[in-house]
């Protein structure tokens, strides 16, 4: 029987005997190495067997596996990762990977756990290897089943080695088929669900935040770098094939409150994601956000947050349209949660500010010329404020918010860049709204686009003492331009906005921005407006009838306050002084013409004695402190106090531009254009001179116009010389005009002429009689070669 047995191995084919070779007698002494070598050395001589070599293993191990012999099965499975290691560069590998595949598949439905193991660490090797030709029929469809099957392991022996072979399994199909695209669609809808909820639920199950360590790598931070690969890998057309089981994920399992891991998972997903893929990530979680609208404030507002958190990220990439889109996408979702709330109650109003948060991230990270037209863009959106419904009213006070949101993070520069005329003109009609917590809004709006210099919190509180911390640099040309041209509009909505409400948190706002308008602008060319707006103030508590006793006594505290700040930002002394005469009078006799402001409750309106027009701010007075520190007050002399409700079309008052213009276009216009005017500023601009007002008819304008009206006299001389130049050119001859009218410059031309012409003749003396005569009968210049003057051209 030996021999015999002998006998029929010696039949069997060779590639059969080598394979059986590798087998040891006893299974517990692993691979026989010797014999492995010659069949790898037979593999490679012979590449044509390699496919029938597969298949053989294939065979003994599945023989193997039902007989429960797993020793011999995992030898089977060595042997062919090291003949797949050898002899990857064969073209007859395809055959040999169908055989190889098939044993792994074969390990991994077995229920022995290092079977499992060791065949998705053979599957690992395989993926890394890149192979020269593609298989177009092979398949994986088992394989993510199976490796997603593993991921969510919960027995008790070796679970989390499972889990990472799981893991490593899904890493490894990934690298496989997402290179090419020949392969199967690892994009498909079907796998995606399988694949992106087996890796967050790895990462779930441990530390948001892992410590990589490469010696004992844990599930959630292989999963998570399984994730951050995935979504590094997607094209544009994919990414939303892992967003969606990655959004239903995070639904089903209600990982949105809380949502600290929405927020690890998101900004992972930012963070890998390409640069300009990230817009599609924040406009996916905003249409999960639409699909939510009946879900609970508390869910939306987590949605909310992990977008105000993601947004930034995207801000980068995201420019022009598809950022004002993602702007209108937020207003939508704020007008959408007024609109469907009758009652804002404290969750609604997180989500809200959740919103707004996520629109003020999204600005923060764009140029300064992005955040004016996002402004601009949220301003057109307001509710008109004449609209006085509830809704209405709230929506307004939404919006606002969101653009004070953006307002802050604006860093001012330029004033005319900063309120243009589009945005400008409806915010001042906002700030003459009827809702207190409105114009409160649009108070700090301004507040947050004029502070260039941190002012804000130190002109914070109506004082007539001095701003020890305040910050102040002259303005520029334009700023003092900007003002001309709207300054006045600014005021004036200033002064309607005090008179609209007694509140004191309405009055110390508007107070806190005309504060920072005065600080910002004051200039020599500005004060005099200034002035006049800190009358009108005054004139709205005189006058106004409408207006209780201690609103009226605020507006008197505010404009003392402002009259003493603007005394001390622009230097003027006697402005000054003039001013402290009128605090310490009041401090005699009525201290609730001064700061604090008063609260009505607190205080019995019949002991406020109002009729007090010694304690008042004159604008004589006021003028006479310009003239004397040497200051034009022409503007504040002839000029009306602002008044109450003036419209804001630009005539309704005269700007200084237009002041100056019309004075000059009323100017004598025979004055002599060569004389030099330049001395008007002179004195003003030189520092420590003072100009000496002198008596009206001996100044300095009455001099001028004496001087550069012309007398009787010199009126007649002219009328004369007007009247012989007319005679010369009716009555003159017609070579004398032209010699009149010639050129100085072409005097030179005209002798060279002659004396080019007197050389010509010298030369041509010496030829016959009749040249000569001929030449002499030609000097005569007929009458059509004679040049007419440009003068005389019709």
Not at 434 to 441: K, M, Q, S, V
């Amino acid at each position: 029987m030996p021999g015999c047995c002998g006998c029929c191995s010696a039949l069997r084919p060779r590639y059969k005997r080598l394979v059986d070779n590798i087998f040891p007698v006893n299974p517990e002494d692993g691979l026989v190495k010797s014999n492995m070598e010659k069949l790898t050395f037979y593999s490679l001589s012979s590449p044509d067997k390699l496919d029938r070599i597969g298949e053989y293993l294939y065979q003994k191990a599945t023989k193997d596996i039902n007989r429960k012999r797993y020793k011999l099965a995992e030898i089977a499975m060595e042997a062919m990762d090291l003949l797949l290691q050898a002899c990857h560069a064969q073209t007859t590998l395809n055959l040999f990977v169908e055989s190889f595949l098939r044993m792994v598949q074969k390990l991994l439905e077995d229920n022995n756990p290092n079977l499992k193991i060791m065949a998705t660490n053979s599957f690992v090797k395989f993926a890394n290897i890149n192979e020269d030709t593609p298989s177009y029929h092979r398949r994986y469809d088992f394989f993510i089943s199976k490796f997603s099957s593993m991921c969510h392991s919960e027995g008790k022996d070796l679970r989390d080695s499972l889990r990472l072979a799981g893991i490593k399994g899904l890493q490894g199909v990934i690298r496989k088929t997402v290179s090419d695209d020949l392969v199967e669609n690892i994009w498909a809808a079907q796998h995606m669900e399988k694949i992106v909820p087996s890796l967050l639920f790895n990462m779930q199950s441990g530390d948001l935040t892992p410590v990589e360590d490469a010696t004992n790598v844990t599930p959630p931070a292989l999963a998570e770098e399984v994730l951050r690969e995935l979504v590094g890998r997607a094209s544009f057309g994919h990414i939303r094939s892992v967003l969606k089981p990655l959004l239903t994920h995070l639904d089903r399992h209600e990982l949105w409150v809380p949502n600290t891991f929405a927020i690890h998972t998101f900004r992972i997903v930012m963070i890998s994601i390409q640069p300009q893929y990230s817009y599609t990530v924040v406009e996916t979680l905003m249409q999960h956000l639409d699909n939510n609208f009946k879900s609970s404030p508390k869910t939306r507002t987590s949605l909310a947050v992990v977008l105000s958190k993601i947004i930034a990220i995207a801000a980068g990439e995201s420019v022009g349209p598809s950022a004002l889109d993602i702007i209108n996408n937020l207003l939508t979702h704020l007008r959408t949660s007024v609109s469907t709330t009758t009652e804002i109650t404290a969750e609604e109003s997180q989500y809200q500010e959740a919103l707004i948060n996520a629109l003020g991230e999204f600005a923060n990270h764009h140029p300064d010329y992005q955040k004016i037209e996002i402004m601009l863009f949220i301003m057109n959106t307001v509710p008109d404020p004449s609209k006085k419904s509830k809704g209405d009213q709230m929506l307004q006070n939404i919006l606002l918010k969101s653009l004070l949101k953006v307002g802050t993070q604006y860093s001012t520069v330029s004033f005319e860049k900063a309120f243009p005329a589009s945005f400008l003109q409806p915010l001042l009609k906002m700030a003459r709204a009827p809702h207190d917590p409105t114009r409160l809004i649009v108070m700090q709006i301004f507040q947050a686009l004029l502070d260039r210099h941190q002012n804000d919190q130190v002109l914070s509180s109506v004082s007539v003492k001095q701003y020890p911390a305040l910050s102040q640099e002259p303005p520029s040309r334009s700023d003092i331009i900007f003002t001309h041209k709207h300054g006045a509009h600014i005021m004036q909505a200033l002064i309607d906005s005090m008179a609209l409400s007694e509140r004191v948190d309405a009055l110390s706002a508007s107070y806190n921005t005309a504060a920072l308008l005065i600080v910002e602008m004051s200039s020599s060319e500005t004060v005099q407006e200034f002035l006049l707006f800190i009358l009108g103030i005054q004139e709205v508590a005189n006058t106004v009838e409408t207006l209780g006793a201690v609103h009226k006594c605020n507006l008197h505290a505010i404009s003392i306050a402002l009259l003493v700040l603007i005394s001390r930002v622009s230097g003027i002394n006697n402005l000054l002084d003039y001013a402290q005469k009128i605090v310490d009078a009041r401090r005699e006799e009525a201290t609730y013409f001064l700061p604090p402001l008063l609260e009505s409750k607190k205080v019995a309106s019949k002991s406020l004695n109002l009729s007090l027009p010694h304690l008042a701010i004159d604008k004589l007075a006021l003028g006479e402190c310009l003239q004397n520190a040497g200051m034009d007050a022409q503007r504040l002399n002839t000029g009306a106090p602002y008044t109450l409700n003036q419209t804001d079309h630009p005539g309704h008052r005269h700007s200084w531009v237009e002041s100056v213009s019309s004075h000059l276009t009323q100017r004598n216009s025979s004055a002599d254009l060569t004389v030099y005017n330049g001395d008007v500023d002179s004195v003003s601009s030189s520092p420590g001179v003072c100009k000496k007002i002198l008596a009206p008819e001996f100044n300095f304008d009455a001099m001028k116009r004496a001087l550069a009206e012309p007398t009787e006299a010199a009126k007649r001389e002219q009328r004369e010389r007007q009247m012989q130049i007319v005679r010369t050119f009716r009555e003159g001859e017609f070579d004398d005009l032209v010699r009149r009218t010639e050129p100085k410059h072409d005097l030179i031309q005209n002798r060279l002429n002659e004396l080019f012409n007197s050389l010509a003749v010298e030369r041509q003396i010496s030829q016959s009689d009749s040249k000569v005569a001929q030449l002499q009968g030609s000097s005569e210049k007929p009458i059509y070669e004679t040049n007419f003057p440009e003068l005389f051209y019709y």
